[in-house]
């Protein structure tokens, strides 16, 4: 499975992004998809996830809660996460990545692929 995030960019505070990952794979829709994020100097952390079912279970960090929203695409082998309410914060490269386990999990090591990440930055 490749993965390709997109949809970064500079925005100010409070404002919104919605970042897309798209997938070559048809087996794509089997997969558990995780958004996670890494600023300079830290660590790479999860963010939100989702269960390959259409109306996929959810699963979000407390950081992000009430403000993004992942949700997916089968037919468009595609997830999205809608970010509103950005804080600076937020700032961090994003990736996206897939697991053929069901279930989401919330370490990195639990992914199988990763895509190349997208830079968020949010100016206050």
């Known amino acids: 499975v490749q993965l390709q995030a997109s949809g970064g960019g500079l925005v100010q505070a409070g404002g919104s992004l919605r970042l897309s990952c798209t997938a070559s794979?048809?087996?794509?829709?089997?997969?558990?998809i995780g958004w996670f994020r890494q600023a300079p100097g830290k660590e790479r952390e999860f963010v939100a996830g989702?269960?390959?079912?259409?109306?996929?279970?959810?699963y979000y960090a407390d950081s992000v809660k009430g403000r993004f929203t992942i949700s997916r695409d089968n037919a468009k082998n595609a997830v999205y996460l809608q970010m509103n309410s950005l804080k600076p914060e937020d700032t961090s490269v994003y990736y996206c990545?897939?697991?053929?386990?069901?279930?989401?999990?919330?370490?990195?090591?639990?992914?199988?692929?990763w895509g190349q990440g997208t830079l968020v930055t949010v100016s206050s």
């Open positions: 794979a048809r087996s794509f829709s089997s997969q558990t």
């Open positions: 990545a897939a697991r053929g386990s069901t279930g989401v999990v919330t370490i990195a090591r639990g992914y199988d692929y």
């Open positions: 989702i269960t390959w079912r259409s109306a996929g279970y959810t």
